[in-house]
């Protein structure tokens, strides 16, 4: 029997198939010929038979059955409720005995514990490993492990008994995997722990900070009842604070200092003592932090304004950062009068002022010595300076555009909705489209869809403040057919043309390769004559990357190929950082917008932000992060790497010309403290290491790039962990997972310091050490039954809550038994039989079996004239009818053949023929 016999329809493929074979091989013999059609089209029906799938049954079997039980064994299930999971397991294995089902019980907590007969139960809860892997709850091993012990033709249940808070894991993935496997879950609510007595929530202390500095040092304590326990802090080996505090129900916060005198890892621990105090856990009552102490850093502010009581000067001296200040005149033009600031401000100065050849060496600084740099806005900044084209623009994390950006622009987006883009692909470009129309607001906007044809999502039109009907309109967007960018192009042409705005772009989106590839770049040179600008998009591997690229070129705009789908939003960002481009000077009062998360803004929100009423405008550069956007979401504050150093453009000004309620803001000083830190010089070393623990899972995260700002790839690097409790050290190996980005993920099992290393394995010495710290598991933390997660597992896998023991009896009988019935398949056989006489067939041919009825080279020389004079005569038909291009095509292959035959006179008339077409093609 056939299991898909609808794939039988392709054998009507076969006669046309054979006309084709036959026309691509017109110098075999007669009996070649019929050898080829005969094997070729027995392949093509093997392979189609071998897709029909054919099977033979051989008989039936019944479904052999399995129960198994996951007992959540973690800290926060109260032992009571552990003994109802052990009295209910023990149940479930002796139903499963009497209605011959196999049963198995795991216990688990941040891994599993396979118990082999129900009276293992004390041996594995007492055992030190266990009680170790009770300290988290990873659900989603759970589950994989009793997907393991479910053999291949076994019908089976899991009954999950758990309060359904897990501490590590995908659980959501976990659920998607059960639900393949056709496995049933039937959870059970054991209710966790309500009262842990005290803990310690969390230890605060700064990530980083200067020799100098004074650290606020925070113990936030959880108490469910009032009374008093007795707080330690710990600065390394030294107690920097004791005292008893009285602890109410919910969080008291106790807060400390601590002066640093000296750079390095600094451990802080934080300890209580419950005595006096009712306590569920012990340890949940210290909690640990490090925090990395660098030396003093110095600043040099160039700025025309020296005067100690001007508002960025005296935000530095708020925050006591060390610094000098100089007029630009008397800016160093040796490099050892550079290298010892830390980083260097240009306050609002003009290029002009400098001293002849000290900008090169303000690059170098940055460049070659990992120095910083920061470049602040006003009216004799950015290109109102003359710094474009200079050492200071390479620099910057932006461009200098000079055109007004008072001149209107229309834009239209063509959206690539082949059948290519269905799914996420698609989904992504409509998400992005709609943060498009947000960024364009108050331009004039087309949106057209294409595919083999074109179609209007809506016309240009000048977007205003409701984007409702505009992102219905985009959501609509379907999947058509093939791909032919030409269609969607005219259209684009044919709108802006007509259109009075004085800026016409078009960005074009795809991700495949067209079909109407001829005369593409003779109509991108026709737009661009036309006064419009497009830049193009390219997403997935099937995009042309060179073609994409010079559509770009030749369309006056800029080629964009994210790494990732998700990254869509920022290049269009991007592109429209250069849509606005223009004069520096945009003045209009706004409120900047967060478009980064990043440590210069951390601690403030987007209304944390006093008005602007003006900013110098500027273009972000394809790696630059902005950090904060205007309205027009162009930078005001963007930060990259350039080379060792890093380079911050901050496009507002800092004396109050745009700026007046940023200068009586009472946090100005924090916030530059925290712009200038974030550009200080960590170290002299190519490679950036940060390092986290979050929920029992270490994280080390290298950026590797160069001096001249390239990633470094391929690189094969591994840290060494040291465990806080003994001389243990594991090594992982650093996955490369972006360019330049390298990251290795890794469960940490105990409380306490962590330090890494980091090494290249080509090198002896580290490349860099860090470290971080772990507090108590969230095992430790006060979390309600999560039914509703339960409740989820169980629907979409197929079961129900258990809510009695009669449930747990009925679900263990009521497995089914179902026979399953089994098969022989066949479409192997077929497949290898078909891809046996095709290349059988090649071979023989190759060998010239073919040619043995003694045809000779009289026979062969007839059939390649009458190739070339085939292609001759599809060339002239071809001229007739004005397709030139494929014309000379043609006369180019009879051009060949000619020459096989050694006709050379007809050869000859080819190629003038052929070089005749190719004359007037170039004449226009």
């Given at each position: ?31 070649g ?12 029906a ?5 897709l029909?799938?054919?099977?033979t049954?051989i ?12 007992v ?17 397991a023990?149940?479930?294995?002796q ?20 118990l ?15 009680k ?14 009793a ?20 501490t590590?894991?995908?659980v ?9 496997a ?11 722990v ?9 230890l605060e ?21 009032s ?20 602890v ?24 209580i003592d ?6 569920t ?6 909690a ?16 025309r304004?020296p005067?100690?009581d ?12 060390t ?9 160093p033009?040796?490099?050892d ?17 400098f ?16 120095g ?11 290109a109102?300076?003359?710094?474009v ?21 229309s ?12 799914g ?42 409701d984007?409702?009907?505009i992102?219905e ?5 379907g ?31 795809t ?5 109407d ?5 003779e ?15 390219g ?14 070129d ?32 945009v ?26 009423t ?49 200068v ?11 712009v ?11 490679y ?7 929920e029992q ?17 391929f690189?094969s ?13 594991r090594?992982?190996?650093l ?15 105990g ?12 090198k002896?010495?580290p ?30 896998t197929?079961?129900t ?7 747990l009896?009925s ?12 098969v ?15 290349f ?14 003694g045809?000779g ?18 060339a ?10 494929k ?12 020459l ?5 006179d ?14 007037r093609?170039?004449?226009g």
């Amino acid at each position: 029997m056939l299991l898909h016999p609808g794939y039988l329809v392709l054998l009507v493929l076969i006669p046309p198939l054979a006309r084709l074979f036959l026309k691509s091989h017109l110098g075999l013999s007669r009996r070649g010929m019929i050898v080829l059609v005969f094997s070729r089209g027995l392949a093509v029906a093997l392979m189609v038979v071998a897709l029909a799938r054919p099977v033979t049954l051989i008989g039936e079997q019944a479904a052999r059955r399995r129960v198994v039980v996951l007992v959540d064994g973690s800290l926060s299930i109260p032992k009571r409720e552990l003994d109802r999971a052990r009295l209910a397991a023990e149940e479930i294995h002796q139903v499963a005995t009497r209605n011959k089902v196999k049963a198995r019980t795991l216990l688990f907590g941040k891994r599993s514990f396979p118990l082999e007969r129900p009276d293992e139960w004390d041996q594995v809860v007492s055992s030190r490993e266990f009680k170790q892997a009770a300290e988290g709850t990873d659900l989603e091993a759970a589950l994989a492990d009793a997907r393991a012990n479910v053999e291949a033709g076994e019908s089976a249940r899991v009954v999950l008994l758990s309060d359904g808070n897990p501490t590590s894991g995908n659980v959501w993935q976990a659920i998607s995997r059960m639900k393949r496997a056709r496995i049933e879950v039937y959870p059970v609510g054991l209710p966790p722990v309500d009262d842990p007595g005290v803990s310690i929530a969390t230890l605060e202390v700064p990530e980083r900070a200067f020799v100098g500095d004074t650290l606020d040092v925070a113990v936030w304590i959880q108490a469910s009842a009032s009374g008093t326990v007795h707080l330690t802090i710990q600065r390394e080996d030294r107690v920097i604070h004791a005292e008893p505090v009285t602890v109410s129900p919910g969080l008291t916060v106790v807060r400390a200092r601590s002066q640093e005198q000296m750079a390095g890892m600094i451990r802080f621990q934080a300890r209580i003592d419950p005595a006096q105090v009712r306590d569920t856990f012990g340890r949940d009552n210290e909690a640990f932090a490090v925090c990395q102490v660098q030396q003093v850093p110095r600043v040099l502010v160039v700025t025309r304004d020296p005067r100690p009581d001007q508002p960025f000067l005296a935000a530095l001296r708020a925050q006591r950062l060390t610094h000098d200040t100089m007029l630009p005149a008397g800016f160093p033009t040796r490099m050892d009068a550079l290298t010892g600031y830390s980083s260097v401000v240009f306050d609002n100065v003009e290029a002009r002022e400098f001293p002849a050849g000290s900008l090169p060496l303000l690059e170098r600084a940055v460049k070659d010595y990992g120095g910083g740099f920061v470049m602040t806005g006003g009216r004799s900044s950015f290109a109102a300076g003359g710094f474009v084209g200079t050492p200071v623009e390479k620099v910057l994390p932006v461009e200098m555009p000079t055109k007004s950006y008072t001149v209107s622009s229309s834009v239209v987006l063509l959206l690539d909705c082949s059948g290519s883009m269905s799914g996420y692909p698609l989904a992504q470009a409509k998400l992005s489209a709609k943060a498009l129309m947000r960024m364009l607001k108050g331009r004039q906007v087309g949106l057209y869809m294409f595919s083999t044809w074109v179609a209007e999502v809506f016309p240009p039109t000048v977007i205003g403040e409701d984007f409702t009907e505009i992102d219905e309109k985009i959501s609509q967007i379907g999947i058509g057919g093939g791909t032919m960018y030409q269609p969607a192009m005219r259209e684009a042409l044919k709108q802006l043309v007509a259109t009075t705005m004085q800026n016409k772009y078009v960005i074009f989106l795809t991700d495949g390769m067209p079909f109407d590839s001829w005369g593409l770049l003779e109509l991108v040179d026709q737009m661009k004559e036309s006064g419009l600008k497009l830049s193009t998009i390219g997403i997935g591997p099937h995009v042309d990357p060179r073609l994409m690229k010079q559509m770009a070129d030749r369309g006056g705009g800029r080629y964009h190929q994210p790494q990732n789908l998700s990254d869509l939003t920022e290049v269009f960002r991007q592109e429209v950082a250069h849509i606005v481009e223009g004069s520096p000077i945009v003045e209009e009062p706004f409120s900047v917008k967060i478009a980064h998360q990043h440590a210069m803004v951390k601690g403030f929100t987007e209304q944390s932000f006093p008005q602007l009423t003006g900013y110098v405008g500027t273009a972000a550069k394809d790696r630059a992060e902005v950090v904060l956007a205007s309205r027009q979401a162009d930078p005001v504050l963007a930060i990259w790497r350039y080379g060792l150093g890093v380079s911050v453009a901050y496009t507002t000004d800092t004396a109050g010309l745009w700026s007046k309620d940023w200068v009586r803001w009472p946090e100005l000083p924090r916030f530059w403290s925290q712009v200038l830190k974030a550009t200080f010089r960590g170290n002299d070393s190519d490679y950036t290491i940060r390092s986290q623990i979050r929920e029992q899972m270490g994280e080390i995260a290298v950026d590797a790039v160069d001096r001249e700002g390239s990633y470094l790839n391929f690189l094969s690097l591994f840290a060494q962990v040291s465990e806080p409790d003994g001389p243990t050290v594991r090594k992982v190996d650093l996955v490369q997972v972006g360019p330049g980005r390298y990251v290795a993920r890794f469960p940490c099992t105990g409380q306490g310091f962590y330090r890494f290393q980091v090494f290249r394995k080509d090198k002896d010495k580290p490349l860099g050490t860090t470290g971080a710290a772990m507090s108590a598991s969230p095992e430790f933390k006060v979390r309600p039954l999560n039914r509703s997660l339960l409740e989820h597992l169980a629907k979409e896998t197929g079961g129900t809550m258990v809510q009695s023991r009669d449930d747990l009896s009925s679900l263990v009988a009521g497995i089914p038994a179902q026979t399953q019935q089994q098969v022989k398949d066949w479409w192997p056989l077929c497949a290898l039989v078909a891809v046996l006489v095709f290349f059988l067939e090649v071979a023989l041919r190759r060998l010239a079996v073919f040619q043995a009825d003694g045809l000779g080279e009289v026979s062969q020389a007839a059939s390649i004239i009458a190739i070339a004079e085939t292609y001759l005569k599809t060339a002239k038909d071809l001229d007739a009818k004005g397709e030139h291009g494929k014309a000379q095509e043609y006369y180019l292959k009879a051009h060949s053949y000619f020459l096989k035959a050694k006709r050379d006179d007809e050869a000859k008339r080819m190629w003038e023929k052929y070089r005749l077409l190719e004359e007037r093609r170039g004449a226009g």
